[in-house]
């Protein structure tokens, strides 16, 4: 079974604190992605990466980074948190694409 | 970019009743079409997918349709039990974009 954890199931931060959530997975996939969930709009992608050191820009990334130095490990970094970072976030991989994503149990995060 | 619409937003039927979901999509080029369904505290998990070059494809209670014509496709489970009330998202993919787009997804609640 594939396996795909998240650092913390729950985080609460201080507005302006810089944050960091981490993503792993055990099945060698090259395609990771990280979502945010929120009530009403679905799925949005933020960032997405097919190989080590590679990145690409989803549908909202502003106010965000990412990282990925290691193919299993997906890191999220929120530079400067905001309250209307204040969600629900999900991390995914994939072996190839156009197949099944494998979601993490997410995390979530409140920003006071 | 791709646009998935997902209707309805809440869906209540009774126990052993049919429930339909149905998504439209934006571009033509879509050409993978997966189902997700997250219950209640758990992470989306795939149920069920369809490819462009089929029409329909089943699993036990539950089939998917497409329609690339029109460019929509719909999620159909039959004989609704308890543990079918989650929440379902269609989404839509074509390998030139490397990304899923997801609609907004449809609470469904099975009423016993």
């Known amino acids: 079974d594939v396996k795909v954890t998240q650092s913390s199931r729950y985080l609460v931060k201080r507005t302006g604190e810089k944050v960091f959530l981490e993503c792993v997975q055990d099945?060698?996939?090259?395609?990771m992605f990280w979502y945010r969930q929120d009530p009403g709009l679905g799925l949005r992608l933020i960032y997405f990466?097919?190989?080590?050191?590679?990145?690409e820009k989803g549908d909202i990334p502003e106010g965000y980074s990412v990282s990925r130095e290691k193919k299993e490990r997906f890191s999220l970094i929120l530079e400067s948190a905001s309250t209307n970072q204040t969600s629900m976030y999900l991390c995914?991989?994939?072996?190839?694409?156009?197949?099944?994503?494998?979601f993490g149990p997410g995390t979530r995060l409140t920003v006071l | 970019g791709e646009n998935v619409e997902q209707h309805p937003s809440t869906l209540s039927v009774q126990e052993g009743d049919s429930a339909v979901i149905k998504c439209t999509y934006s571009?033509?080029?879509?050409?993978?079409f997966p189902w997700y369904k997250q219950e209640l505290g758990k992470r989306p998990q795939l149920i069920i997918d369809?490819?462009?070059?089929?029409g329909e494809k089943k699993d036990q209670r539950i089939a998917v349709t497409l329609n690339k014509t029109a460019k929509h496709f719909s999620l159909h489970i039959t004989e609704t039990q308890p543990e079918d009330s989650a929440v379902y998202f269609c989404a839509a993919f074509y390998f030139g974009n490397e990304k899923l787009t997801f609609g907004t997804g449809t609470r469904l609640t099975i009423i016993p």
């Open positions: 571009d033509s080029a879509s050409n993978y």
């Open positions: 369809i490819r462009s070059n089929v």
């Open positions: 995914a991989s994939m072996f190839r694409q156009g197949n099944e994503q494998f």
């Open positions: 990466s097919y190989d080590v050191k590679m990145k």
């Open positions: 099945m060698d996939h090259e395609n």
